[in-house]
């Protein structure tokens, strides 16, 4: 659901009918009196808001937004009929996600919608688990059996590939150019330093990480 804070009846009504047609539900409000009420209702997963509305301006209800608890991480695009870099900026500044000025195409809207959404979509891959190893992509923290395991980037970053692709053999030629770069001119040997001493700081979870004699290595899913 896409809510529309916009007091121009015509611009609304196309907002909503491109919104529509381009496969969103949407519902619009000429002012924060229903937009207030229709938050207690449903938390929309994005909100187009015009900074000059009766009543209730823009940046206010985008203030209140972002102090809500409920609702800091709704995504917003601004929408106004000014242009100035100033207005940009306190738009910006006060937590929108983008700016769109008036007047602007529908597609040009929609694909700021799009592309807004993909930024703040929550990933769902942001803790990989094998066995009693489990690696908090965005805490950047790695625990096993409860207990957090301090790495060097390097370490962290050959856990990472290897528990992303479980069960793929990677040769010690793919994982010094994945990780160190395809420019760096070290041995292969670094791998396999590098692997020992992870599988020492993993203790029994090092275990997941297996030799492939004659090839490389592989995290056993």
Known sequence: ?????????????????????????????????????????????????????????????????????????????????????FDKVIGLD??????LVKPFGMMEMVARIKAVMRRTAPKTDQVLTCGDIVLDEVRHIVTVDGKQVVLTLKEYELLKLLMENAGQVFTRDILLSRIWGQ???????????????????????GEKIETVRGVGYKMVE
Not at 94 to 99: E, F, I, K, L, P
Not at 188 to 201: P, Q
Request: glycine share 10%.
């Open 1 to 85: 659901m896409i809510y529309c804070v916009e007091d121009d009846n015509a611009i609304r009504d196309l907002m909503l009918y491109t919104l529509g047609a381009s496969g969103f539900q949407a519902k619009g409000f000429p002012d924060s009196t229903g937009f207030w009420q229709a938050m207690t209702e449903e938390k929309p997963e994005l909100i187009l808001l015009d900074i000059m509305l009766p009543g209730e301006d823009g940046i206010t209800i985008l203030k209140k937004l972002r102090a809500g608890a409920a609702t800091a991480n709704i995504p917003i695009i601004m929408a106004t009929a000014k242009g100035s870099e």
């Open 94 to 99: 006060t937590g929108a996600d983008d700016y």
């Open 183 to 205: 420019d760096y001119l070290g041995e292969t040997r670094t791998v396999d330093v590098h692997i020992g001493t992870l599988r020492t700081k993993l203790a029994k979870g």
